[in-house]
T-cell receptor
Framework: DQQVKQNSPSLSVQEGRISILNCDYT??????FLWYKKYPAEGPTFLIS?????DKNEDGRFTVFLNKSAKHLSLHIVPSQPGDSAVYFC??????????????FGKGTLLTVNP | GAVVSQHPSWVICKSGTSVKIECRSL??????MFWYRQFPKQSLMLMAT?????????EQGVEKDKFLINHASLTLSTLTVTSAHPEDSSFYIC??????????FGPGTRLLVL
């Protein structure tokens, strides 16, 4: 059972426009959410995170929105740049039960930003 | 940001041999380290969680006797794939966490078992 879902395997966007990557989760115990960017044959790079006590977090061109009632979060990248082309993973964790904050990942969305 | 290194980045070995992969946090002390594997076009699957000085906690379906994890210090964890077989060929990635919630990932190790 997949607890973190990224339903779009790929997304193509024109340079300068907004990229919106979506993520849904099913486990209501998740209280911390992260986005990672990954190039082939490399480890994921942390981008931005959000705690469940917030509904928005912004860092430069990256903004993450969290809708707890819908169990949905999204990553907005604006303006998109060709260097943003990569696979984006959504991840979630919970504080409860001595979880050690282990992350549950979605399957990723391949973002392609066209010049 | 926090830097995590892995060594080696590539390893090719014969079936039946053991392979050790090192994961180091370079500029911080890691409370917890995690080991993942990723198959092509798949997500990262958590294999185990290790805390310094204690036994690793393995995820369901991961053989602890096959994937030996040692977390001897706050900056080093090792994963040993024992008696490796071709089906163990994969991309292994470690991550490290401080007392904050964010995990920082290493660059990964590509293992090919012939």
């Amino acid at each position: 059972d997949q607890q973190v879902k990224q339903n779009s395997p790929s997304l193509s966007v024109q340079e300068g426009r907004i990229s919106i990557l979506n993520c849904d989760y099913t486990n209501s115990m998740f209280d911390y959410f992260l986005w990672y960017k990954k190039y082939p044959a490399e480890g994921p790079t942390f981008l931005i995170s959000i705690s469940s006590i917030k509904d928005k977090n912004e860092d430069g061109r990256f903004t993450v929105f969290l809708n707890k009632s819908a169990k949905h979060l999204s990553l907005h990248i604006v303006p998109s740049q060709p260097g943003d082309s990569a696979v984006y993973f959504c991840a979630a964790s919970t504080h409860s039960g001595g979880s050690n904050y282990k992350l549950t990942f979605g399957k990723g969305t391949l973002l392609t930003v066209n010049p | 940001g926090a830097v995590v290194s892995q060594h080696p980045s590539w390893v090719i070995c014969k079936s039946g041999t053991s392979v050790k992969i090192e994961c180091r946090s370079l500029d911080f002390q890691a409370t917890t380290m995690f080991w993942y594997r990723q198959f092509p076009k798949q997500s990262l699957m958590l294999m185990a969680t290790s805390n310094e000085g204690s036994k690793a906690t393995y995820e369901q379906g991961v053989e602890k006797d096959k994937f030996l994890i040692n977390h001897a210090s706050l900056t080093l964890s090792t994963l040993t794939v024992t008696s490796a077989h071709p089906e163990d060929s994969s991309f292994y990635i470690c991550s490290a966490r401080t007392d904050q919630e964010t995990q920082y990932f290493g660059p990964g190790t590509r293992l090919l078992v012939l």
